[in-house]
Each structure stands twice: as structure tokens, then as C-alpha cells.
């Protein structure tokens, strides 16, 4: 811990929860405290002081120099010992733990090449290799090569054609250019969309064969000095990651919906629809740019153009030809869960749950360690709380998962192996991974965002020594006043303008929160720090290591303690509440602000096909054309039919009663409720984020149940809020549109009535 963290909390007493209570109570009385009386905030606020003396930046630094020393991904040695090591600890500070194993399908590559064929052949070195002053670099004898885990495996020859990122918008610019990918490879750059859209978008479009590398643009020497003068990508530096179709499902490609334990039902990997058919392999930049070089048929469009010192060319009529080829071992391999619990005194049967994955790609420091250190120096220190006679009033369960990175595995078939339980019992669910230096965030569930904003306000800043959520606010003002600022940014800074709280954004997928918040509808939350430190230049590659993160992530460990404290907080403040910490007019304004977006869609749509239309008969395209470019002009839509949002319209309008009305209940009963209500509030909160789920999930994907938030499909990681009526807008599905604005609302409906409920029975005497 820093000293002006330490300074900032005010005191230096030892372990001692009576004499802590006259000293950090007095610092903080005047910030109300979601779910807890006067009395009994100033109880929780000592215990968090006492809490946040035990937080311990050399230790963690210990911890992720010894779990980062090997590679620890899926099936690796050093993975399982690094389960074990974490049991015998969680043991040691006092919880009750056990290791759950899962068998899971898990491709490791056997062989894999790339050639350049033709005039100038080529071999790509397909390997990363040693860095000076990067100790763990050399130690390839137990790590994987460079690939992506799930890709169809084949042995390949054709033409190349450059596809940009790889997004549906990419090939459209193509299509103009009368560019097809059809019986080619494509070589696309990452960023711009999920890793595993590009093979899956370039398998739709008929290619053959899909190479995904890393652009110096987007994470190499155009951004800053690379690894190990900076933290940026090296030349040989390559994203590993999952291809898995995680937007159908994730987990365990073999066992969708249930456990993947040793005599689950499994599919074959021939039907499971999450495995993609053609083979794809990341590549490096100094492996890409002789094949890029080697291109060529018409000049790429301006977006499509890199850092790379060469003229960017699509491919096309004048491409190169490569072989690709691929071979991987598809036996079912075992995962580690490490799931230790400290039981509650009043409420055992309400759990609240913490996660982080423990898995990585290579040596993984800061993708995941980075964050898998932080949950163990909570579960320390609270194991310290309870040594001194002190329990949670609900059941803490913290899960240290494997196999996060093939397709958030380890907790998923948690998630679904305890389903029912989870859906009975769990009241939140709180995800980290990879934490560095820089801002606060937290994304997720709203009925959480007060609880958030509270703990954010009262968590100091390492290095500036003001609350996290006050150096988050001065952010949000100065990118809101860009000429470019996207619009939840501005909202963001309009709340916090005159005070307000700061906004969650949604959450979509990339990390284990999936499982819990939208297969169960557990309420979630992903919090974490970030956007100063420089760990996105090794993402995924072998210099993702504790050097690296040394220099580049959290050097001082100061931002590892400020995790801790916050996601602490947030834990102990779920599992101590007088009631649950929830506020539920967040989830009304979000609902409003979500459905005024859809509404935007479909009117932006109308003006842009009018748009187009009046182009298109003004033969504009035709008459600009370069004859010797030519660009061919884009099609014209079918009119967008007139959509009856009132469903919706009825719904948000009951949510914001209902939620105001829960709200001014809970705020005004609180602390004066006897067991009756206290018992049902407790079941009416743990299972209100289930109120957002439909038992038939999202249109073709019904493993998703959660109607407000899920990641797109056509956007992968990134979150689409009312998703069903969203995407089928998006993609111009209008009767679609018509069918889920009705089961949204119906969905909306539920939720606002079991709000109606809670309040008349929070205010009944
Ligand atoms: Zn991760």
C-alpha cells in the first residue's frame, strides 16, 4: 500500500475491530450507505478500515511472480499446481474450499505452417521467441504455440485477399469494389470486433482459410515503443485467443446448458455449433507484412490502410497464394475450480460470489493474474475479519476459475452445473480480470450501480490520492467535450455533472460474468482498473509477463490494493447489508434511455435509406465514378415498415413507477422491518435479476436468457442492450422487431411487478 493511500485512510491502528471503529467511522459518516442504517454503516466502515489494513501490495507482487513463472494455460502443469496452491491457501486463511473438476473439449495445435507461395515464397516463423529483460520469454518448453482455440483445422492453398477487420462493414466496402472472398484466405487485422467474428464472417462469406494479425497500428509501434524499450507489441508478438461462437453459447463447446462433468451427455465436435469449419491461425506483424506485401489487385480503402511500411493492397485479380495448414488434439482435457466459501450468519442460503479466472494464454500476469492475485488478497483479508469473530450475514463464495480463456469454461460449467442452486441462492456475482494502472471501471447489472457509485466515492485514488469515482467524473467532462464524443459518454458526464451517479455500462461478454448474469440472470458486475498502464501490447502473447508487468502494468502494486479495496467493498457491503444493496430507478432510467436508442435505430434507418435512395436515382454514384477505380454503388433497401413501440412505451412506464416506488419503500423501512419482511425482501432481491430473463432466450441462441443485456452477434464482446429487438433492427428483421418489443415488455413487466410487490410488502405494517 502506498503511503498516500495509507495517509488517506487516516489511521494505523493494528487488527482490532473496536478500536478501528472510533477511528475510521468519523472519516466517512456523512456518505449514505445503500442497504444499511446510520448505525450500521458505521459498523461496516470500521470493519472495511480494518479490512483495508490487512491489503498487501508485496504480497500479491509474491503471488504473481510464482503463478505467472510457468505457462499456465488449460492442461499445463503449472495450471493445476497453481489451483492447488491457491486451495491450500484459501484453506489456510480459514475458508471452507475444494477444487471442482470439469472435462472439456480443449484443441491444442499438433502442427501448423503458413507459406507464401509464388515468386517471392515465404515461411512464416509462427513463433514469438526470447526478449531481453524478459525472464520468463525463453521458457517455451511447456507453452503453446501461437494459435486460436477452435478454429475448424485444414490443410489449405489459395488465394489472399485482405479484408481489414474482418467486420460485416468490410466486406460490404469489398462488395463495392467487386471484391470476393469466396474459395480464398482472407487475412484480416484485429480490433474493431471480436477475434472470433473474423474467421466466423470470412467462413460466411466462402472463404477457405482466415489469418487474424496484429496491425502496428492498433497495438505496435505506431501507438508507443515497443516491448522491451515500451510496453507496445514486438514485431513477433502475437494474439492468441478463442474463435469459439461464445454468442450462441459459451463454455464447454460439447455440453451447452449443463455441467461438463465426467458422464455429462456430450455432442460431437462435429454438431457442436460453436466450433467453426475452416482453419484460422494469428499472426504476427513481421509475419503478415511480406504476405500483405506480396498482394496485389486494387489499393485498399483509406480505412482499411495500417502502419505497416507498405502500400496496402486488397488482393483480389492479382493476389498471392499461400498454404495454410493446421492440425490440432481435440481430447477432452480436466479444468480446476478452486471455490472456496465463508458461511453467513443470518442468511446462509443467500450467496454473494466473487470470480476470476485463473487460466492464461502463456505465463497470463496480467491477463488474468493480474486479477486472480487481487481476489486472493480479499479472501485473505477477510479471512482475517473472521478470525477476529466476525461473519458476513450472508454466504461469501469466492471462485478462482480455469479455462476462462478457450470460452469462459471453467465458469460457466460452475454456472450450470449449479444452476438451480445458483438461481435460488445467488444474490450478485462480482468479475475482475486483467487490472493495470488508470481508471476505475465497472460495467453491469443496475440495480448495482448505487452500491458501485458508493464504494467508488469513498476508494482513494493511488496516485492522486481523490476518489476514484471524482478522477472517473473529470474524465468523463473532458472526453464528452471531443467534437467525437459517443453519446454514452456524454450521458455519462451530464449525470455526474450536477452530481448524479455515474452510469454502469452494460456488460456483453469476455469474461466470466456470462454464466451467472446472462444464462441465470444473477445480477453482475466486471470491475477493474485501467487505460494507463500498456498491457494491451502483449495481449494474449508470451510477453504477457511479469516483467512486462512490472514496467508496464501496476509497478507500485498501488492499483492491485485499489481493486481490492473496492471489489472488497463491494462484497463485504453485498453481504452485510441490512438488506441487499440494490436500487432499482438506475434500471428504470437505463430501460428509458435503451429504449429511446432502439426507437433512434429505426427512425436513423429511415433517413439513411431516403438518403440513398435519392442518391441512387440522382445516378450520383454513377456520374462520380472513377472509370478507371471503379466503385460500384450500393444497393437499395426495402422501406422500413412502421413499428408499434407501445408495448414497450407501457412497460417503461409501469418499471418507473414501480422502481420508484420499491425505492422509497426500501429507504424509509429499512432498519425497522421484522423477520417476515426481512425474509421476503431477501428472496425478492436475490432473484429479481431473474425477472429480466425469458425462458426461451435471445431468437437463435436460446442459452441466452437475459432480455436487456447480451453480447451482440455481430459484435461479439461488445454489449447490445434490449438485444432481441436491437439486433433483429439492425439487421432491417422488422416482423422479428414486432414479436420481441412484446416479449420485452412482457419481460419489463414481470420485473415491475415483482418491484410492486416488494414495495407494498416493505411498507405493510
Ligand atoms: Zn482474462
Redesign the pocket.
Known sequence: MSLRSRLALGCALPLSLALALACSASAQTAKPMLGFTPDSAQRERALEGVYDKQLDGSEMRAWLEQLSSEPNHVGAPHNKANAEFMLAKFKEWGWDARIETFYVLYPTPISESLDLLGPKPFTAALHEGPVEGDRTSGKTQNALPPYVAYQGDGDVTGDLVYVNYGMPEDYKALERLGVSVKGKIVIARYGAGWRGLKPELAQEHGAIGCLIYSDPADDGYATDDVWPKGGQRPPQGVQRGSVQRMMLYSGDPLTPGVGATKDANRLTRETAQTILKIPALPISYADAQPLLEALGGQMAPRNFRGALPITYHVGGADAARVHLAVKSDWSLKPIYDVIATLKGKDFPDQWVVRGN?HDGWVFGAT??LSGNVVLMEEAKAIGQLAKTGWRPKRTLVYASWDA??PGLIGSTEWAEAHAEELQKKALAYVNS??NERGFFGAEGSHSLQTLVNQVASETPDPETGVSVADRLKGKFMLDAASPTAREDVKLAAAATANGGEFPLPPLGSG?DYTGFLQHLGVASLNVGFGGEGEMGGVYHSIYDSYDHFLRYGDPTFDYEVALAKSAGRIMLRLADGEAPPMRFTPVSSAVAQYLKEVKGLVDKDRTGDEKLAHLLAAKAYELSNDPLHPLAAPKPEAPVPALDFSALDVATSRLDAAAKAFDAAYATNLGRLDRKQQASLETLLSGMEQGLTSAEGLPGRPWFHHMLYAPGLLTGYGAKTMPAVREAIESRRWAEAQTYIVVTAKTLDTYAERLERGASSLSAK
Request: a negative charge.
Open positions: 479466472h491477463d488474468p476462462e480463456e480480470d486483467s469474461s
